[in-house]
């Protein structure tokens, strides 16, 4: 059984290393499970096995980089905390507002095709969400949960990772608002809609201004109070 097991997961690696190539090579739109199932000299029924469909092998590779990140591996790997909470959100926003201005176009893709799925049938967002909550959900719930008992937070709700969410899905559109060549929006720059974003999100999940203002930084916490945008989260 070892051994089988072993081939198995040794296909599934090449299979996966054929549809990087293939995707890399064609974009999302253009690669097939029939191409991919080529690239790796295997049927596309046996692709199937594997996987059920082109959205699924796309959301492992995905899934499989940020697990290569070293950056987002060791905060991942950090004690549960109050700082740990506000470095996840910090990423999270920096991430997404990058996308737009930078030079890898692959990113930008992945967010118009994680937009379109919501408006399709929705099955490479439900796979990609599912990826990221088994990747970041309990270090968000845990580290959130430290902070309420160290007075840094208030409780909220019996679903905590709903405000996991509810903060993924802020920067994501607000990411996608600056993905045309001309924004739909002007935000103003970038400095400030960083920051601002990151205490709107941190104070909607139920941190008070003395957390946010150690935590995040003096020079962002100089500006504490005075956006009122954020004071409605």
Not at 26 to 33: M, R, S
Not at 83 to 89: K, S
Request: aromatic fraction near 6%.
């Amino acid at each position: 059984m070892s051994s089988l097991r072993m081939t198995s997961d040794l296909r599934r690696q090449l299979i996966l290393g054929a549809a990087k190539r293939c995707f890399a090579r064609h974009g999302y739109t253009g690669t097939t499970t029939k191409s991919v199932a080529a690239a790796a000299a295997i049927s596309e029924a046996l692709l199937f096995k594997h996987f059920p469909s082109k959205a699924a092998l796309y959301a492992e590779i995905l899934s499989d980089e940020c697990e290569a990140d070293p950056a987002l591996m060791d905060l991942l790997e950090r004690e549960p905390s109050t700082a740990t909470l506000v470095e996840l959100i910090r990423g999270m926003v920096q991430h997404f507002l990058r996308i737009a201005d930078g030079p890898d176009q692959e990113e930008a893709q992945r967010l118009r095709l994680m937009a379109t799925s919501h408006l399709d049938d929705g099955e490479f967002a439900r796979l990609l969400y599912a990826k990221i909550e088994t990747l970041i959900g309990a270090v968000f719930v845990a580290s959130l949960e430290r902070a309420v008992a160290a007075g840094d937070a208030r409780a909220s709700g019996s679903e905590p990772l709903n405000l996991f969410w509810f903060a993924h899905h802020t920067v994501m559109t607000a990411a996608l608002t600056r993905l045309p060549s001309v924004p739909c929006l002007a935000y103003g720059r970038a400095n400030d809609l960083e920051r601002q974003l990151c205490e709107f999100l941190l104070r909607g999940i139920g941190l008070n201004d003395a957390a946010i203002a150690s935590h995040l930084g003096r020079d962002q916490a100089a500006c504490a109070g005075k956006t009122a945008i954020a004071e409605s989260a």
